[in-house]
Each structure stands twice: as C-alpha cells, then as structure tokens.
C-alpha cells in the first residue's frame, strides 16, 4: 500500500503561485507514474500532469505552461509548481501513484486550492 499526503493548499490571489507538495510512503524512483489531478465540485476528476520513471513528462493543456510537476528523490516527495492561477483553478488537488504502467492508481485525501480575491 503507497500512503501519498497532499499539502501547500490554500487561498491565492488570481494571478497567484502555489506549490503543492505530495510526500510519498516509499522510494519514489521504485514507482512507475506519479500524477497530478483535480476535482472541482459538481465535476468529474480531472488529469492534470504526470511523470513516470523513463522520464516521460505530460500536462492537460488547460495548465500546459502554467504547472510543473517535478520530484525529489531524496524526499520522496513530488511537486506540482502553479502559476498564474485563475479562479477555474479553484478545486481539491490530488498526487496519484502507480507501481506499473497497468496497475491501479494509490491516492491521497487531496488538498483544497481557492483562487479568488
């Protein structure tokens, strides 16, 4: 069982920047695929970005340019670095976790961004 923790939620300015941080219960460089997603209410689950371990990258284009996803391996943790948010970026902010390209995800309890003045 991969245990995942989302936390660097919170309220922002539109315009603003926020980090998420996804701290993860094992080795990282062990796991095949870490994800991004988001939900906003009344909306389905939405993919945003994901890195696996050959080193593959890929963004959603309603964020392509504006969010990075990145990985400490050291920290076993994986980022998602956020700019220039706007308020349709408002959602509950969730890291995901695969062991293998066709295994099921591991999730985390997500964490809450409101863009908003």
């Known amino acids: 069982q991969v245990q995942l923790v989302e936390s660097g939620g919170g309220l922002v300015q539109p315009g603003g920047s926020l980090r998420l941080s996804c701290a993860v219960s094992?080795?990282?460089?062990?796991?095949?695929?870490l994800a991004w997603y988001r939900q906003a209410p009344g909306k389905q689950r939405e993919f945003l970005a994901f890195?696996?371990?050959?080193?593959?990258?890929a963004y959603t284009d309603s964020v392509r340019g504006r969010f990075t996803i990145s990985r400490d391996n050291a920290k076993n943790t994986v980022y998602l670095q956020m700019n220039s948010l706007k308020p349709e970026d408002t959602a509950v902010y969730y890291c995901?976790?695969?062991?293998?390209?066709?295994?099921?995800?591991?999730w985390g309890q997500g964490t809450q961004v409101t863009v908003s003045t």
């Open positions: 995901s976790a695969r062991r293998g390209p066709q295994t099921d995800d591991y």
């Open positions: 094992e080795s990282i460089a062990s796991l095949y695929r």
């Open positions: 890195w696996t371990r050959v080193n593959m990258y």
